[in-house]
């Protein structure tokens, strides 16, 4: 499995106890590896950078969408339906960086556009 793909799954399948809590669910080396200029903080186009390219990994078969097959390892059933927000069964480019964003914006507790560790 490849470092972005572990990280993809941490992070949509962080558990809601510690959503709730305000935390990332990332590991230390997870926070480091999408906080490229080491910064200490990953910013909104850091994470955005980081995800497009995780969707991309994902996309195996280059559709510009992914398929409930393609995420079969990272995402159950439930969390594939909360990212296909227009139910058609395929998660595409703009639902899944629309949800990885608002996670972002969901854990950037105090609004200045940074993710602290
Ligand atoms: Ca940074
Ligand atoms: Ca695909
Ligand atoms: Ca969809």
């Known amino acids: 499995?490849?470092?972005?793909h572990l990280l993809l799954a941490a992070l949509l399948a962080a558990p809601a106890l510690a959503l709730a809590q305000?935390?990332?669910?990332m590991t230390y080396e997870q926070f480091?590896?999408?906080?490229?200029?080491?910064?200490?903080?990953?910013?909104?186009t850091e994470y955005f950078t980081f995800m497009e390219g995780a969707f991309k990994e994902l996309d195996t078969d280059r559709?510009?969408?992914?398929?409930?097959?393609?995420?079969?390892?990272?995402?159950?059933?439930?969390?594939?339906?909360?990212?296909?927000?227009?139910?058609?069964g395929r998660i595409s480019r703009q639902e899944f960086l629309d949800h990885v964003m608002s996670e972002f914006h969901y854990h950037d507790s105090n609004k200045d556009g940074e993710l602290h560790p």
Do not use: P, W
């Open 63 to 88: 559709n510009n969408s992914l398929s409930r097959a393609e995420t079969a390892d990272y995402l159950t059933d439930d969390q594939f339906s909360k990212v296909d927000v227009n139910e058609n």
């Open 1 to 4: 499995m490849k470092r972005a």
């Open 22 to 25: 305000g935390q990332t669910g």
């Open 32 to 44: 480091n590896h999408i906080d490229k200029d080491g910064s200490g903080t990953i910013s909104e």
